[in-house]
């Protein structure tokens, strides 16, 4: 049991670096309960126009809303870059979409970043990861799985992204939205991580299994 135990932390703590550098029970999501990503499960309204839809990440409330003229039809919470690495604010676009794709430098080459829209540059996008209730990446925004799973579906490349301080929908649908923190979640093993099941799960919006 202690072998494992210490298995187990080891390979959390490999995890967690790759983590920061890269960019039981069900866990309640109300406002007033931390959840994670994997319990989060955000309505969403498929737009009538796609050559509308619009992206808006709000840093200050960590807060991202998928918009059609002024309706909100996806809004999560996101993790964006800390102050070291923040994640560049004004108006951008989605130039790469990829299902499944894999972090392709050190450290942490073949680490799953599932669900990745790059935006800014080859090296910033929105994908699948660990969401904290503060800033925690490297520059990316992480979402929740199946905010990330419903978002691939109705951005296209060429879908404008919005990164400021405030967005108009932070004191509105934001302040509804539950406080999610992955913090107290067990990283997997990186054998787990680097197999193609962890897509497949992903595919599905199970939590990991190893």
């Known amino acids: ?13 490999a995890a967690g670096v790759v983590f920061l550098s890269s960019c039981g029970s069900t866990p309640s999501t109300t406002s007033n309960s931390p959840g994670t990503a994997f319990s989060f499960d955000p309505p969403v309204t ?13 840093t200050s409330a960590q807060k991202m809303y998928i918009v059609e003229g002024d309706k909100v039809l996806l809004a999560s919470p996101v993790a ?12 951008h676009r ?21 669900y990745w829209m790059s935006f800014y540059s080859p090296a910033y996008g929105m994908h699948w990861g660990f969401v904290k209730p503060y ?10 799985l199946n905010t990330a799973r419903k978002a691939f579906d109705i951005v296209s490349v060429g879908t404008p992204v919005n ?3 405030t967005q108009p929908w ?7 939205l539950p406080r999610l923190d992955d913090s107290p979640l067990p990283n997997p093993p990186m054998s787990y991580m680097k197999s193609s099941k962890v897509f497949t799960d992903a595919d599905q919006g199970k939590m990991w299994t190893f």
């Open 135 to 144: 800033p925690c990446t490297a520059g990316c925004v992480r979402m929740p």
């Open 80 to 91: 964006v870059g800390k102050a070291s690495s923040p994640t560049p604010k004004g108006t």
């Open 94 to 114: 989605i130039t790469s979409k990829t299902k499944h794709r894999r972090r392709q430098s050190q450290p942490g080459a073949g680490y799953p970043m599932t």
């Open 163 to 165: 990164v400021s301080s």
């Open 170 to 176: 932070d004191t509105t649908v934001g302040a509804k």
């Open 46 to 58: 498929q737009p009538t126009n796609r050559s509308a839809v619009k992206i808006a990440i709000s």
């Open 1 to 13: 049991m202690k072998s494992l135990t210490k298995i187990l932390a080891g390979a959390a703590a």
